[in-house]
């Protein structure tokens, strides 16, 4: 199930807005739709998608720690 966030632009003012956890991320396209998720940590996985990939939208659950956000993926 998608997370029940809004979307933020995917921009370098979000990635800095990011929480130094680890977390959930989802990554969407200009309509709102879920392109991929992935769980780590959250500065490091915005950064990586501003700089190399292609969604246009973002949104993340914190996690307590690498394993709940592994947890977290899984049960999406």
Known sequence: MALRKAWNSLDRSTVGSAPDAYGLVEFGDA???VV????GFLPDLLREELAYGDAEQVRWERAQSK???ERLLDER
Request: charged content about 40%; overall charge negative.
């Open 36 to 39: 991929r998720a992935e769980a």
């Open 31 to 33: 309509e709102g739709n």
């Open 67 to 69: 394993d709940h956000a």
